[in-house]
């Protein structure tokens, strides 16, 4: 491997996954794997120790999850391009790693050739994204702007998540059934949907919705 390879650190808490990675990667001609890590603390240490040019970093990871692991990255070690590896790819999780600092922005299902390229591109310090992820960031940008979900109509769609009835939401919250009816056509028309199931899924894609 010649002085000029570029020197990349494979992030991902999964064993297989980055031996995977690893294994990919290995015989590739100008890339020259430097270490590994399995969670972002260990992962910053590496990047401290070993100064690489890529680090390919997985999003949810114990200790410290992807982007807190690529905005301490970006913010302690400017030269590492930081490109998220993950399987993925909800309008929240992408936000959240572009916002953090990252390059570019990955799925798994990549091809060999992909990624060889991705890390060639990111160490050149051009933006990547996976086909599917440009996709949504370009649908996102395209949406009207819709007001912001109250506190209180976060809670009755959470409620709703959970499996909850009019009733039993009512309940839960010790608000009457009518009010609850009244958040859920309020939360239905800024989510523009017209149904309980409907209105999780939107949420949950863009953000608005938490879930274990």
Do not use: C, W
Not at 72 to 84: C, D, F, G, K, Q
Not at 135 to 154: F, G, H, I, N, S
């Amino acid at each position: 491997m010649s002085g000029e390879a570029l020197r990349v650190v494979v992030v991902d808490d999964h064993t297989v996954m980055r031996a995977g990675v690893i294994a990919l990667l290995g015989g590739e001609d100008g890339i020259d794997i430097v270490g590994e890590a399995g969670d972002g603390r260990a992962a910053l240490e590496l990047i401290a120790r070993h100064d690489p040019d890529v680090a390919l970093v997985d999003l949810r990871m114990p200790v410290l999850d992807g982007v807190a692991t690529t905005t301490e990255i970006t913010a302690r070690h400017p030269r590492t391009r930081v490109l998220i590896l993950t399987t993925y790819d909800t309008d929240a999780d992408i936000e959240r790693g572009v916002e953090a600092g990252a390059i570019g922005y990955l799925l798994k299902d990549t091809t060999r050739e992909q990624l060889v390229e991705a890390i060639r591109a990111a160490a050149r310090g051009e933006t990547v994204l996976a086909p599917r992820v440009a996709e949504k960031l370009v649908a996102r940008m395209r949406r009207p702007v819709q007001d912001p979900l109250t506190a209180r109509e976060t809670d009755v769609l959470d409620a709703v998540a959970d499996g909850l009835t009019n009733a039993e939401i009512g309940r839960r919250l010790v608000i009457t059934e009518a009010t609850v009816k009244t958040h859920l056509l309020r939360l239905f028309a800024k989510l523009d949907v017209n149904d309980r199931t409907r209105a999780v899924v939107v949420a949950l894609e863009r953000g608005l919705l938490r879930r274990p």
